[in-house]
């Protein structure tokens, strides 16, 4: 029923841990996207899921980070080594495949110390 | 690959002027344009979108212009309340189910 749900909403951890983010789709949303929003800047397309097709990675600005999906339902994004230029808001959003635009989450905000 | 420009980067107008925020994209392929509001620490809300086959869409006090041989297109806010502050993005793709390439975005104040 509800919109896009994005946990944790704020992680704080040091440089060099790894950190998994976790989003999930409005229910029958078979496609699914992740963002980056660095402070006060635009969002970055990072990786695409539709379907069961094979994703499209072209936004991961490193191999540290990858993410996964389960069919059409929840996805994670996971940062490995974690850097200090890795913080940033994430933002996951869903959409009806070629009928309806992508609907965001609250994102979540990670914090490198 | 694609590229979104959007300007101005901050625009202050008074309560009740009409503000416009414009974008131009690089890619003549690109077919979807939504437009974004985002209040600080809250989630990209769409507020309106076009697709190419339309020149001007309108929902109340929003209105979005395209011109696809110039490349660029606009977003047209009338009446404007001091609920309309904040940041606006503009964004294109190929397709509704594609990925989104965003504009830088315009900090918008209206002043009371």
């Known amino acids: 029923g509800a919109g896009v749900s994005q946990s944790p909403s704020n992680k704080v951890t040091e440089k060099g841990k790894d950190v998994e983010l976790r989003c999930d789709p409005i229910?029958?949303?078979?496609?699914l996207y992740w963002y980056r929003q660095r402070l006060g800047q635009g969002l970055e397309f990072l990786i695409y899921?539709?379907?069961?097709?094979?994703?499209?990675k072209s936004g991961l600005p490193s191999d540290r980070f990858s993410a996964e999906r389960t069919g059409e339902s929840v996805s994670t994004l996971t940062i490995q080594r974690t850097q200090q230029e890795d913080s940033a808001v994430y933002l996951c959003?869903?959409?009806?495949?070629?009928?309806?635009?992508?609907?965001f989450g609250d994102g979540t905000r990670l914090s490198i110390l | 690959g694609e590229n979104v420009e959007q300007h101005p980067s901050t625009l202050s107008v008074q309560e009740g002027d009409s503000a416009v925020i414009k974008c131009t994209y690089s890619?003549?392929?690109?077919?979807?344009f939504p437009w974004y509001k985002q209040e600080l620490g809250k989630r990209p809300q769409l507020i309106i979108d076009?697709?190419?086959?339309?020149g001007e869409k309108k929902d109340q006090r929003i209105a979005v212009t395209l011109n696809k041989t110039a490349k660029h297109f606009s977003l047209h806010i009338t009446e404007t309340q001091p609920e309309d502050s904040a940041v606006y993005f503009c964004?294109?793709?190929?397709?509704?189910?594609?990925?989104?390439?965003f504009g830088a975005g315009t900090i918008l104040r209206v002043k009371s």
């Open positions: 959003a869903s959409s009806l495949f070629d009928d309806q635009p992508q609907h």
């Open positions: 964004a294109a793709s190929l397709e509704y189910g594609n990925k989104l390439v």
């Open positions: 890619d003549s392929a690109s077919n979807y």
């Open positions: 076009i697709r190419s086959n339309v």
């Open positions: 229910s029958g949303h078979t496609a």
């Open positions: 899921f539709q379907g069961n097709s094979a994703p499209d």
